[in-house]
């Protein structure tokens, strides 16, 4: 059981899954694994949709986020919205240029999904996500207690 955890918490096994599924994306598109994350997130995100939000919802470091959002602007995969009440605020929008790319960015991770959860219980998915809030909240607080020192 203790080996199961440890490949789960340190993700090696899913990474190479990951990097393997989306090899064919990278080549195709000319875009970086951070570009895909930016790109698949800013597909799913609504409103939360700021550098800012791309770096507290999945842990990508900011200097990533930032040289990803200018690759993908050149690429003219994606643009930028003003606020209208902030203009310090910036939204990010994937262009209709970006709609084949984020939809096959989409068919993997849908595929890595059935992949992962194939034989996994709708029951079993609730403790594991349950499972995994608490493991990533206590993560946090360990990590923003580092910080303080």
């Known amino acids: 059981m203790e080996k199961q955890i440890d490949n789960l918490l340190h993700g090696a096994q899913f990474k190479q899954l990951i990097e393997n ?20 997130y800013l ?28 690759r993908l602007q050149k690429m003219g995969l994606l643009t930028f919205i003003p606020d209208e009440n902030d203009r310090r605020c910036v939204h990010l929008k994937l262009t209709a240029q970006a709609e084949s790319v984020a939809g096959d960015i989409a068919a ?13 219980t709708d029951e079993e998915k609730k403790v594991l996500s349950s499972v995994a809030g608490k493991i990533s909240r206590n993560i946090d607080r360990a990590l923003e207690e580092q910080s303080k020192q």
């Open 21 to 40: 599924r989306i090899a064919e994306i990278r080549e195709k598109y000319g875009l970086r694994k951070v570009d895909i994350e930016v790109m698949y």
């Open 43 to 70: 597909s799913r995100c609504g409103d939360r949709n700021t550098s800012k939000d791309i770096k507290s919802d999945t842990k990508i470091t900011k200097g990533h986020i930032s040289q990803s959002i200018d």
């Open 108 to 120: 993997v991770w849908n595929d890595l999904n059935r992949i992962v959860f194939e034989g996994v």
